[in-house]
């Protein structure tokens, strides 16, 4: 059984299939159609509700595309879905009238989605911005309005005040339900369908000790389409969406240290304080709804070739702490990937945490190549981390995404930089090394010339930048078309 709140009333939930989605359950199971379903697969938006949880005794809410969240993921938490707003028999709420005030609607199929992502921005940055906005929207797609009504929109409902609606009227008596269910029962079993969802890491290893098959799920954002997507059962389902412990976002006196359960948007400020081009790329990581449910954890795991974070995690020395049972080991991220979505994680084996050393110097840069600025995914991602003394390269490191089977380390590149002087000649030499490293397959978003020649000219950029500090080019983390 889970047990949450939609909008204000105790949801309790027995008989639901642990493989079906926020979307579905809205539509079919409690027949609230405003929220719809586009894609299917986290990139339109139209789907997003928000999710109002429990931090450290106050109220957080986070838009999140229901269509790749499983119901399990909603214990002990609010749902807030676009009926939601509007009070019985009362006026508009103030979002849904900025958007009918600036014509922000034509079909109307998206709008329940923008609604909602607006609606989050209004109660988490009540003076937000105009990056603010637009960062808040740019998981939302429309097809026909165009974004301009839509941004004037948002930005009319941005002050230095909150909104005062029903859910600030009722939040204490929000948390005082939240806070009532946080202790009941969280697993789900329909049928040979079954979703546990531990409290504790100590739970989590010993559940996953007994169902070594389980498939493990934190945001969902990628296990999510085996099943809307490819239409496939996931028979055992293991969520760490409860365990807190696997949340920490710490800094110690020599690492940053992140939790594999740890939302990307929380582990934000950190990164970005200590590395600024690691902070930029997860502003560019797919979308906020993304974000706020996707974990870095996840993301390594995953193991594809084009995940963001790796090639920035193996460029930094970082490591991984590994659990099984009661034992843990740590290892290089780089020794994780063994090749194509093959990995060093042994049976009944999972991510705890990410350890990543704290830097010694300003060298780290990061340079992301798509299509799209937002919400898109790499062609080629490289990670520099390159220390020079007295104009003599004296480490180097290299590392790739979307250039072969896994996140790989450029080692003919670091060869010919290391131990040479720091000038064009070392960086010409270093290019021609990094076409002999990998060689790209071609697909949809690039070709192997493309991506081999970009992976070159970024190391390129990256010698050109911290010899130019005066002249940085303002954000480093670019997209080309």
């Not at 789900?188 to 000790?209: C, I, N, V």
Request: net charge negative; proline share 4%.
């Amino acid at each position: 059984m889970i047990t949450f709140l939609l909008n204000q009333e105790i949801k309790q939930e027995v008989n639901v299939s642990p493989n079906m989605t926020v979307l579905n359950y809205l539509r079919t199971h409690v027949k609230k159609t405003g929220t719809k379903e586009g894609c299917g697969s986290g990139d339109c938006g139209a789907c997003t509700v928000v999710l109002g949880e429990l931090v450290d005794g106050q109220l957080k809410y986070r838009s999140v595309n229901s269509c790749l969240t499983f119901i399990s993921a909603l214990h002990g938490k609010q749902l807030i879905t676009v009926e939601d707003l509007q009070e019985k028999g009362q006026s508009l709420h103030p979002v849904q009238e900025a958007i009918v005030e600036f014509h922000g609607s034509q079909c109307g199929y998206c709008t329940p989605g923008f609604i909602m992502s607006m609606f989050a921005l209004t109660k988490n940055k009540p003076n937000a911005s105009k990056p603010d906005v637009m960062e808040s929207l740019a998981g939302n797609l429309c097809r026909c309005t165009g974004y301009r009504p839509i941004v004037d929109s948002a930005l009319s409902l941005c002050s230095e005040e909150r909104i005062v609606d029903q859910f600030s009227e009722l939040e204490r008596a929000t948390i005082q339900k939240l806070e009532s269910i946080q202790d009941e029962d969280a697993s789900l079993r329909l049928g040979h369908l079954t979703a546990f969802s531990p409290k504790t890491t100590d739970e989590l290893a010993k559940l996953y000790k007994a169902h070594p098959q389980a498939k493990l799920v934190a945001g969902g954002t990628d296990l999510a389409l085996e099943v809307t997507q490819f239409h496939r059962e996931i028979e055992t389902l293991i969520s760490v969406n409860l365990v807190e412990e696997m949340k920490v976002c710490e800094e110690t006196d020599q690492t940053l240290e992140i939790g594999a359960n740890l939302p990307i948007s929380d582990a934000y400020q950190l990164l970005t304080k200590h590395y600024p081009d690691f902070g930029e790329l997860l502003h560019r990581f797919a979308s906020l709804q993304v974000r706020n449910q996707g974990t870095i954890g996840g993301n390594i795991a995953n193991a594809s070739p084009i995940g963001d974070t790796p090639p920035l995690l193996i460029a930094l020395d970082a490591s991984i702490q590994l659990r099984c049972g009661d034992e843990t080991r740590v290892i290089p991220v780089e020794e994780y990937f063994i090749s194509y979505k093959v990995t060093a994680q042994q049976e009944s084996e999972f991510i705890e945490k990410i350890i990543i050393p704290k830097p010694s110097n300003d060298s780290f840069r990061a340079y992301k190549l798509s299509k799209r600025l937002d919400d898109d995914i790499s062609a080629v991602c490289g990670a520099f981390a390159i220390t020079v003394e007295d104009n003599v390269v004296t480490d180097a490191r290299v590392a790739f995404g979307g250039m072969a089977a896994t996140p790989k380390r450029a080692t003919l590149c670091e060869q010919a930089l290391i131990g040479q002087a720091w000038n064009e000649e070392t960086i010409a030499t270093a290019m021609e090394a990094v076409k002999n490293d990998f060689e790209p397959l071609s697909d949809f978003r690039a070709s192997q010339e493309y991506r081999t020649i970009s992976a070159a000219n970024m190391l390129k950029r990256y010698y050109i930048e911290t010899n130019n500090t005066s002249n940085l080019i303002e954000t480093r983390v670019t997209s080309y078309v």
